[in-house]
């Protein structure tokens, strides 16, 4: 991430090099026109100079620009937009070196082929301004992409956890208990536990948890189950054995400030999860569910209670585990929230490996298609009516509609927490291939649902559903485009 100063002289690099390069003067030319070594203009044009001003106005005379060109923060409209970019919260906050991306080839890149770059990033600006995509939507993003690149993976996590297991002699069983997790943050850390403050105020009745870093409090939500506080604990310990300065001190972060702090609780989740699901024994579990030659639903809901974990951890830990140690990179983890009349959804976290698979979220209002295993396990809380501490457990072949393409989905339902009119699923789906069926035996279970699906009723065009809620609106109107090239072909 980059300061103020740091960007003042990346964006006065670039316009010497741009300038340098359309003068069609090379290093050694410059050097002789304005008196400065040929080291020093290569370290300017990089961003890692900012000359004095008498060697700015040598610059400008030999660039032939005045000084105040030089030196502000615009410039012309065929360059704008990059200047844009450059002095963006974007350019400012992002860690591109994370990403693999070097700024000096960066910059390099742009003053090669500035109306090409130029259109392209003012074509990026206008789509987020038209759709309204804000800084956070895009460090969420950016996160997603984060991930994707590392197939959700992290080895320096695990050690870490691993290192901090032997550090402070952990004991190696499954399931740490709540009182267990609370004594390691009182004793490593000197961090109390309190859960009686956030009762106490009605505008923090969404918060489930937030840390006190003064007092070295973390104040928990009255009422949370046990397997949420045990990841709340398990991931105020992975802060803290981090050391992750900037960093959230709520549960739900309120306000992206920076990539980096969304990042850090990232880091400190995936810590949580690593501890309270051990590797090498999630393995050997995973491989026992995986070669049953029938799918059975409580193998599932077993290990959610074996790890005393939230059925969203459990998923999320496979999408660790399943890439890495079983080489299923393609798969999807997603999230939907069911409305109390079971009837609308909304998707509230999604994960992509490998490429952009279905389903995914949609910000058109469009309807998620109802014969998901994601859907129709939160509309079974409803028929079923289930007690508030009950999950259920699912699987499908989800067949895409006019694709070759299907996933395998294993979905966990349950009420939401302090609604149970509501209904939360997760779900984690997977490319159904060769591979993925010489690990997963009871894909080959004739009782195993197989289901054709799409993405939203707007763009599906299966005919006859039973459970449709809109027309195909979308493939409708392609439709009465493609007769009008017909028509005026004819013609």
Known sequence: MLNENQIIRLIFGFKVRYLRQQGELSYQSLSEKTGLSTSYLNDIEKGKRYPKPDKIQALAAALGVDYNYMVATNASKKLQPIIDLLNSKFFKLFPLSDFGINHEKLLELFTQTPDKVNAFISTIFKIARNYQVDE?????????????????????LENAVRAFKKEFSLKEKIAYSTNYLEEQL????????????????????SIRSYFDKKNKVLHLKKGLESAQENFLLARELGFQYLNLKERPYETTILKIDSFEILLNNYKASHFAAAL????????LDIKNLARENTWKPKLLLDLVKKYQV???????????????????EDLFFIRLTGSKDFQHFRMTKDLHLSQLHSPYNNELSEHYCRRWVSITSIQDLNVQKKKKSSII?????????????????????????????????????????????????????????????????ERCGIVDCEVRQNAPIVIEEQERLNNTFEALGDL
């Open 393 to 457: 457990a699912d699987a499908q072949i989800s067949q895409y509609w006019n694709s070759d393409k299907s996933y395998l989905c294993l979905s966990l339902a349950r009420p939401a927490f302090g609604d149970a009119k509501k209904g939360i699923s997760v779900t984690i789906g997977l490319l159904v291939n060769p591979h993925l069926r010489s690990i997963f035996y009871f894909l080959s279970d004739p009782k195993l649902k197989v289901r054709q699906v799409h993405t939203t009723c």
């Open 136 to 156: 956070q939507q895009f460090y969420l993003e950016a996160l997603r992409s984060y991930q994707d690149m590392h197939n959700n993976y992290f080895e320096e």
């Open 310 to 328: 939230t059925p969203e951890t459990l998923l999320q830990r496979l999408t660790n585990i399943l890439p890495h140690h079983f080489g299923l």
């Open 276 to 283: 309270l699901m051990d590797e090498q024994q999630l393995i």
């Open 186 to 205: 009182i004793e490593l850390y000197g961090i109390q536990i309190d859960r009686s403050q956030l009762a106490n105020d009605e505008s923090l009745q």
